[in-house]
Nanobody
Framework: QVHLVESGGGLVQPGGSLRLSCAAS????????IGWFRQAPGTGREGVSCISEGGDRTYYADSVKGRFTISRDNDKNTVYLEMNSLKPEDTAIYFC????????????????????WGQGTQVTVSS
């Protein structure tokens, strides 16, 4: 079975850091463009960042540019999202997903272009 599992979320103070992980089982992540999305209460799912299969192409939403870094370790079958200088407005459930559009999902970070999704990990930024 195909599974994506996000981890690394938690409660952090403004200005703090977290590193999220997206681990795959049942398939190899290295063959997919991967996107990170987030969803705050009462809002739609927002694209945050994405990375191509080879890791040579990345994209960041304006709201996180300069603060978040996406990377992948294909040996570990995992994609990471390093989040620094966190703000209260970063509070959301964070999801990773696989692109189903042959790479068009990066930089076009639209949820409809992604198919397999993890269950999400909660990130709360609060003092």
């Amino acid at each position: 079975q195909v599974h994506l599992v996000e981890s690394g979320g938690g409660l952090v103070q403004p200005g703090g850091s977290l590193r999220l992980s997206c681990a795959a089982s049942g398939f190899r992540l290295e063959y997919y463009t991967i996107g990170w999305f987030r969803q705050a209460p009462g809002t739609g799912r927002e694209g945050v960042s994405c990375i191509s299969e080879g890791g040579d192409r990345t994209y960041y939403a304006d709201s996180v540019k300069g603060r978040f870094t996406i990377s992948r370790d294909n040996d570990k079958n995992t994609v990471y999202l390093e989040m620094n200088s966190l703000k209260p407005e970063d509070t959301a459930i964070y999801f990773c997903a696989t692109d189903k559009s042959g790479g068009e999902g990066c930089p076009i970070l639209k949820p409809i272009l992604y198919d397999y999704w993890g269950q999400g990990t909660q990130v709360t930024v609060s003092s």
